[in-house]
């Protein structure tokens, strides 16, 4: 028997309504590991009820103050790191030194923004007219409707919680349902650290109809997702006039020049296509290598392949972890037929791995058209595709050939071909010399094309997605004064 978890709404654990429970499960072992309420439409109301009355004395909490409470979370996840990391192991299937730096991000980001409460800047400018005095303010949006993905369950509800609560709104968590025991742990600390009743609520369920109900309700303001690029045209499409900010899907590349140091792209393009078993948005999964090293560097990339270790993510040895469910095993392989249908040639991997756990082989192609399926659609798996290319030009325009745009990278010695990559990329991070995933908290995250609609995460701008601007004007001359009309 697994622990049963429960809601939390208005600063109490409660069931669900319904009664309703689903499992989460191990992904190296596919044993339970918790039982969670499936939150229905009616605990999605308290859910909001909660939030909306604990919205105006929050509000109301000095913006430092405020930030306090997230600095003594970030406290907490650094006690509790190592625990944290384990069980971000144990239910989402990452290995043990990636678990660690899910954890860290976390921190990192409730540091940020716990030092944003003395900044939240606006600005000031001069008014056209005499003795008046002109700025902005930041102010909170409201009710935030905060849906995670599964694959950072520590960081990304923190890239998205720490911003909106230090802005002064209040918030109903909706994590993934692959990974709750995680977000109940998260959002325990968040208790911990003084974050009031209502102020945060948690209600765990699927997409349908937990999400959805979130996603329709009417008096959420705003909704914040990460996930797929399709789940991300359904809330833009039901999310009307809310405020909507998206992190979807990617298609990363990384360029590999004649003149690159081929040790260096080594490394990063195993870290880039296979950490995380592939399963981050910014995971590389399109190698486009320029023709005269595309021998070279592809026996070196396969034999560094073939050596990855595959196994469960809390043994030391293990390189490579399980994917997150039986649906992710399907997909994957379905993606690697459809490679070997289209004529590309396999050089590694290709299966399913073991008996028991979610396991997929770390998979390489090479002699990939840039439009074949795996090279243009998100696979979410670890399967890297190599794409020969004859200069520069024609790897950008490879590049940018996909309908995503969120993170790239180039490997050159040449500053010219750098810059170049720097400035026609269609995308919303450009490595140089360094793979596609490594985003640090402090600058924006985020895409262009159907990576998204235009919203960045972390970073300064993190903020503008939670916060919305307030023009404020002073008139101290006493007197009528229409702008516009008298300025002379
Ligand atoms: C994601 O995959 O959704 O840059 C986020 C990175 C991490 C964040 C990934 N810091 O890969």
Not at 124 to 139: C, G, H, Q, Y
Not at 199 to 218: A, F
Not at 227 to 232: A, E, F, K, M, N
Request: with cysteine; net charge positive; glycine share 12%.
């Amino acid at each position: 028997m697994v622990a049963s978890h429960k809601l939390y709404i208005g600063g109490n654990w409660v069931n669900s309504e319904s009664g309703e429970t689903f499992t989460s499960h191990n992904p190296a072992t596919e044993k339970p590991i918790g039982v969670f309420q499936k939150a229905g439409e009616g605990d999605v109301e308290r859910a909001v009820k909660a939030a909306e009355s604990a919205y105006k004395k929050w509000k109301a909490v000095p913006a430092p103050k405020r930030g306090e409470i997230l600095f003594r979370f970030a406290g907490l996840l650094r006690q509790n790191k190592e625990e944290l990391a384990r069980l971000v192991t144990l239910e989402m299937g990452k290995v043990l030194g990636e678990a660690r730096g899910d954890v860290q991000e976390a921190i990192d980001t409730a540091e940020y923004f716990a030092g944003e409460g003395r900044r939240l800047f606006g600005h000031t400018t001069p008014s056209e007219l005499r003795d008046k005095f002109a700025m902005t303010v930041r102010m909170p949006v409201g009710v935030f409707g905060v849906i995670t993905p599964w694959n950072f369950p520590i960081a990304i509800p923190a890239w998205k919680l720490m911003p909106a609560l230090v802005c002064g709104n209040t918030a109903v968590f909706k994590p993934a349902s692959d990974t709750p025991l995680c977000a109940t742990r998260f959002v325990e600390l968040l208790e911990k650290a003084g974050v009031p009743k209502g102020v945060v609520n948690m209600v765990t369920g699927p997409g349908d109809p937990t999400g959805t109900v979130l996603v329709r309700h009417p008096r959420i303001r705003g909704i914040s997702f990460t996930g797929s690029r399709d789940t991300g045209e359904f809330i833009l499409r039901n999310a009307v006039l809310k405020r909507v900010g998206l992190e979807l899907g990617g298609k990363n590349g990384i360029i590999i020049m004649p003149d690159a140091d081929l040790g260096l792209a080594l490394d990063g393009v195993i870290w880039g296509g296979f950490g995380t078993t592939g399963q981050r948005c910014t995971a590389a999964s399109r190698v486009i290598v320029h023709e005269s090293v595309r021998q070279k560097f592809e026996s070196m990339l396969a034999s560094r392949t073939k050596r990855l270790r595959l196994g469960p993510g809390l043994d030391a040895k293990t390189d490579v972890g399980p994917l997150i469910n039986k649906h992710a095993v399907e997909k994957t392989h379905k993606y690697v037929t459809a490679g070997l249908s289209e004529g590309a040639k396999l050089l590694c991997g290709g299966k399913p791995y073991g008996k028991a756990g979610y396991f997929y082989q770390p998979t390489l192609f090479t002699g990939v058209a840039p439009d074949m399926k795996i090279a243009q659609e998100e696979i979410f798996g670890p399967v890297v595709s190599l794409i020969s290319v004859r200069n520069i030009d024609e790897a950008i325009d490879v590049m940018n050939s996909i309908k995503y745009g969120l993170s790239s990278s180039i490997y050159t010695a040449d500053i010219n071909a750098a810059f170049r990559a720097i400035q026609e990329i269609e995308a919303g991070i450009t490595y140089v010399n360094a793979p596609t995933i490594g985003a640090e908290v402090h600058l924006p995250f985020g895409g262009i094309k159907q990576t998204g609609n235009g919203t960045r995460e972390a970073g300064i701008e993190g903020i503008n997605e939670f916060s919305e601007t307030k023009t404020v004007y002073i008139d101290y001359s006493g007197r009528l004064q229409r702008a516009q009309i008298d300025v002379d």
